[in-house]
């Protein structure tokens, strides 16, 4: 079974600067994708960065990009230019062939003016 | 495009009562998943339903069921509710396509309360 781990549960970064939030996973498929979600307080979770596994090439999403080790299995998604509407959980996911997301514990991130 | 939506959004329940809860895709998505959102457990998948069909079903007691109709909206229903069950239960659509990035769409939830 797959499983997904991100360590850190709280982290919080000044408006502005720049965030990294780590997770990693376990799994022997050779082929699959990561995503990252995010949560913000009382509104629906949205998708903020997708990666496949078989692309060596990091993706990015304007102030969103990712560190992709599949020999480590890591995953870490890192923030520029932190804004207050960043403020959410944020949650890692893996899935492989088939459509079934296996989510981290999450990350409650606080933007701070 | 509409997003996903999710009927109702609050719901409170005694236990052993039942409950319907909704979800409507994205128009031309297929695949609607389930998933319970509790502060103990997390982000944990229930079922996937795909053309009227379930096609993965997560680690679940039997009270937990769902369906989907030919439209792709999906109903989930959970029997004899325990406290437990009090949870975020949120829908996601996706085009289905297997193998590829299927992204999965999240809709608000149903915040169901089990008293």
């Known amino acids: 079974a797959q499983t997904v781990t991100q360590s850190q549960p709280e982290m919080s970064v000044q408006e502005a600067e720049t965030v990294t939030l780590s997770c990693t996973y376990d799994?022997?498929?050779?082929?699959?994708?990561l995503f990252w979600y995010k949560q913000p307080p009382s509104r629906q979770m949205i998708l903020v960065i997708r990666?496949?596994?078989?692309?060596?090439q990091n993706a990015t999403e304007n102030r969103f990009s990712v560190n992709f080790q599949k020999a480590a299995k890591s995953f870490s998604l890192k923030i520029s230019d932190s804004q207050l509407g960043d403020t959410a959980m944020y949650f890692c996911?893996?899935?492989?062939?088939?459509?079934?997301?296996?989510f981290g514990g999450g990350t409650r991130l606080m933007v701070k003016p | 495009k509409a997003g996903v939506t999710q009927t109702p959004r609050y719901l409170i329940k005694t236990r052993g009562q039942q409950v319907t809860l909704s979800c409507s895709p994205i128009?031309?998505?297929?695949?609607v998943s389930w998933y319970q959102q509790t502060p103990g457990q997390g982000l944990q998948f229930l079922f996937e339903?795909?053309?009227?069909?379930?096609?993965n079903k997560g680690n679940f007691p039997g009270r937990f069921s769902g369906r989907q109709f030919s439209n792709s909206r999906s109903e989930m229903n959970v029997s004899t509710l325990e406290l437990g069950d009090s949870a975020l239960y949120l829908c996601?659509?996706?085009?289905?396509?297997?193998?590829?990035?299927?992204?999965?769409?999240f809709g608000p939830g149903t915040r169901l309360t089990v008293l």
């Open positions: 996911a893996f899935r492989r062939a088939g459509n079934m997301l296996t």
């Open positions: 128009s031309g998505h297929r695949s």
């Open positions: 339903y795909f053309s009227e069909t379930q096609r």
């Open positions: 996601a659509s996706s085009l289905g396509q297997r193998g590829n990035t299927d992204t999965q769409y």
């Open positions: 799994t022997s498929e050779s082929n699959y994708y």
């Open positions: 990666q496949e596994a078989y692309k060596q």
